[in-house]
Each structure stands twice: as C-alpha cells, then as structure tokens.
C-alpha cells in the first residue's frame, strides 16, 4: 500500500468535536445553564459559590475524555469522574439536571461535527447518571 491509497488515521471526537474552542464553548453554556435556570437550582445548590475553579477544569476534562491532550488526567492521576465527585450528593435529580444541562449545552454551542456531539451528549448523559446515588 503506498502513501496515496493508505487510509487517513481516524480523528478523536475532541477533533471532530472542534477542539479546545468547542469544548470551552459546551463548558461556559453548561455553566451559564446550571447558573441561570431555576431547573437546575439543585444541581446549582450542591456546587460552590464560585464555579471559577471548575469551569477552568471541565474543559480539559472533556478535552481528554474525548480523546485529545490528556492534560487534565496527567494533572489528577488516579482520578475520573467518580473519585472527583465521590463527596457530592448526586441524586437521581441533579443526576438527570446535569445530564441536562450538559446536553442542552451541546446542543447549543456550534460544533465541528453535530452528529459526534449528540453522541458525546448521550454518553456524558448515562455517565452522570450513573453516578446518582440514594
């Protein structure tokens, strides 16, 4: 097989998805969301005042998660989704309003690739809620 006819390595989701710009963009609607809309007051309540800190680390979250720059793994090794939130009150409903929100946050913000980011969507979405505990 020559260079001509060799297939091109498949891109990441964080690549079909738009990169760092487009999971900033999902990580600040998602934010704004859980801060603005009374249907997320409970997920909003078991949060900090300040949500600096996590908007700052979310995006890399997702950057690695999707299969981009693992910065955020290297930085908290051992750690994922569970561990980090281990001390959270996730209930079956702020469970289903961060699933929301995040879902709604994608769907939202402009992407490279629509069709991979209702998939990441739906992944995060089961994700989250199986996290709920109670």
Same mark, same amino acid.
């Given at each position: ?8 390595? /498949?891109?990441?989701? $964080? ?6 710009? =487009?999971?900033?963009? *999902?990580? !600040?609607? $998602?934010?704004?969301?859980? !801060? ?5 007051? !409970?997920?909003? #309540? *078991?949060? @900090?005042?300040?949500?600096? !800190? ?6 890399? $979250?997702? =950057? ?8 955020? $793994?290297?930085?908290?090794? @051992?750690?994922?989704?569970?561990? =980090?939130? @281990? ?13 929301? /929100?995040?879902?709604? =946050? ?9 069709? *991979?980011? #209702? ?16």
């Amino acid at each position: 097989m020559t260079a001509e006819t060799a297939e091109a390595p /498949a891109t990441s989701p $964080f690549e079909r998805v738009g990169g760092h710009v =487009a999971m900033r963009r *999902i990580t !600040d609607r $998602f934010y704004d969301l859980m !801060d603005q809309d009374p249907a997320y007051a !409970d997920l909003r #309540a *078991i949060h @900090g005042a300040d949500l600096s !800190d996590m908007r700052a680390q979310l995006p890399s $979250f997702l =950057a690695g998660w999707a299969g981009g720059p693992r910065d955020w $793994f290297e930085a908290n090794p @051992g750690k994922c989704m569970m561990s =980090a939130h @281990g001390g959270s009150p996730i209930t079956p409903e702020t469970a289903g309003q961060w699933a929301d /929100a995040m879902t709604r =946050a994608i769907a939202d913000v402009e992407v490279a690739d629509r069709e *991979i980011a #209702a998939a990441m969507a739906d992944v995060l979405s089961r994700m989250a809620r199986g996290m709920a505990r109670g």
